[in-house]
């Protein structure tokens, strides 16, 4: 027989089989919804524990209970998985009003690149924040970009504080208009600089004065100067 014909043969098994399953799915859903226990614990037995990730996440987006939602946004082993879960943890939080729950789940999670994807991309500034803060993400090249151009000025905050690294600091401290002056304060403290009144907004004076403190904590031997022999 024709490879092509077989492969679009068994490509036809597929759909239809992915229509059966969608079929079932939606079934057991409306049932669940009606109050069916047997029902629900079926659909669950399918988001949690079939060995196709694509009906797996067929059954996910159908499925109403916030907790079993978590535990699947935090234990399932495939990703997309994941996200799909925390999305429908968001959607439905967004309906009853509850983003604490959303924000609790997330803070929860282990999975750095799914953290990661919240952080840069979800919608809610409260849920970016409660990834950004896990302690799970700790990618500093990923918060420096947060830090930098998220819109929300409480996550780049949150993103700054994360920051151990004293170069991106004060790439930020000289570089952000917003940001300069909180996190150079944070950079201070890091690098046990004093601190010094900076009111006047001038932006030369504010760079002499870091400047002048970034050179006071550089150890006293490296300021010498190096007589070559």
Same mark, same amino acid.
């Given at each position: %027989?024709?490879r092509?014909?077989?492969?679009?043969?068994?490509?036809?098994?597929?759909?239809? +089989?992915c /229509? @059966?399953?969608a079929? #079932?799915?939606?079934e057991l859903? !409306?049932?669940c919804?009606?109050?069916?226990?047997?029902?629900c614990?079926?659909?669950t037995?399918?988001a !949690?524990?079939s060995?196709d990730?694509l009906? /797996?996440?067929?059954?996910?987006?159908?499925?109403? @209970?916030l907790?079993l939602?978590?535990?699947?946004?935090?234990?399932?082993?495939?990703f &997309?998985i &994941?996200?799909?879960?925390?999305k429908k943890?968001s959607?439905? +939080?967004?309906e009853?009003?509850?983003? =604490?729950? $959303?924000?609790?789940? $997330?803070?929860?999670? #282990?999975n750095?690149?799914?953290l990661a994807?919240? +952080?840069?991309?979800?919608?809610?500034?409260?849920? /970016?924040?409660?990834?950004?803060k =896990?302690p =799970?993400?700790?990618?500093?090249?990923?918060?420096?970009?947060? +830090?930098k151009n998220?819109?929300?000025?409480?996550?780049c %905050?949150?993103?700054?504080?994360?920051? *151990? @690294?004293?170069? $991106?600091?004060?790439?930020?401290?000289?570089?952000?208009?917003?940001?300069? =002056?909180? !996190?150079?304060? #944070?950079l201070?403290? &890091?690098?046990?600089?004093p601190?010094v009144?900076?009111?006047n907004?001038?932006w030369?004076?504010l760079l002499?004065?870091k400047?002048i403190?970034?050179?006071? *904590?550089?150890p006293t031997k490296y300021k010498e100067?190096?007589?070559?022999?």
């Amino acid at each position: %027989m024709n490879r092509w014909l077989i492969l679009f043969c068994a490509f036809l098994v597929f759909v239809f +089989a992915c /229509r @059966d399953d969608a079929s #079932k799915i939606d079934e057991l859903a !409306t049932e669940c919804d009606t109050g069916n226990t047997e029902a629900c614990k079926e659909l669950t037995d399918i988001a !949690t524990k079939s060995d196709d990730k694509l009906v /797996r996440g067929m059954a996910v987006k159908k499925l109403g @209970d916030l907790s079993l939602l978590a535990t699947i946004a935090e234990r399932d082993k495939d990703f &997309q998985i &994941q996200k799909e879960a925390i999305k429908k943890i968001s959607d439905i +939080a967004m309906e009853v009003k509850d983003i =604490n729950f $959303v924000t609790r789940a $997330v803070e929860k999670l #282990k999975n750095k690149e799914l953290l990661a994807y919240i +952080a840069k991309n979800n919608e809610s500034s409260d849920i /970016r924040v409660a990834a950004v803060k =896990n302690p =799970n993400l700790t990618d500093q090249s990923l918060l420096a970009n947060i +830090a930098k151009n998220d819109k929300d000025i409480n996550v780049c %905050m949150w993103a700054i504080d994360k920051i *151990s @690294d004293l170069a $991106v600091l004060a790439k930020i401290a000289l570089e952000d208009v917003n940001l300069g =002056n909180y !996190t150079f304060f #944070k950079l201070s403290t &890091q690098v046990q600089m004093p601190r010094v009144n900076i009111e006047n907004k001038d932006w030369r004076v504010l760079l002499i004065n870091k400047c002048i403190l970034a050179f006071n *904590s550089i150890p006293t031997k490296y300021k010498e100067p190096q007589i070559l022999t």
